[in-house]
Nanobody, 112 residues
């Protein structure tokens, strides 16, 4: 059973930065990434890393950076130049053997 634990969320002023962390149990993840869901909106993919390929949503390009530490089964999301529209619950997600696993989420609130 894969378990994911996110941390690093919180309240920040617009223009500030936060770093999210996700600790994953297990090994052999083919994809690791971050999604987010704002109130009243559908969950959306923010960034994902798979092998050597990285996907970024247009709304975060140039501001957010995903990184992965395979040795510790960690995935990080460095978020800079945060905007109020980045306010959401951020979820870590991994894929192993064709199945997706989700964390419980961490709240990010960006005040204007």
């Amino acid at each position: 059973q894969v378990q994911l634990v996110e941390s690093g969320g919180g309240l920040v002023q617009a223009g500030g930065s936060l770093r999210l962390s996700c600790a994953a149990s297990g090994r052999g993840f083919t994809r690791m990434g971050w999604h987010r869901q704002a109130p009243g909106k559908q969950r959306e993919l923010v960034e994902r890393i798979a092998s050597a390929a990285t996907y970024y949503a247009d709304s975060v390009k140039g501001r957010f950076t995903i990184s992965r530490d395979n040795g510790d089964n960690m995935v990080y999301l460095q978020m800079n130049s945060l905007k109020p529209e980045d306010t959401a619950v951020y979820y870590c997600a991994v894929t192993m053997l064709g199945r997706d696993y989700w964390g419980r989420g961490t709240q990010v609130t960006v005040a204007s």
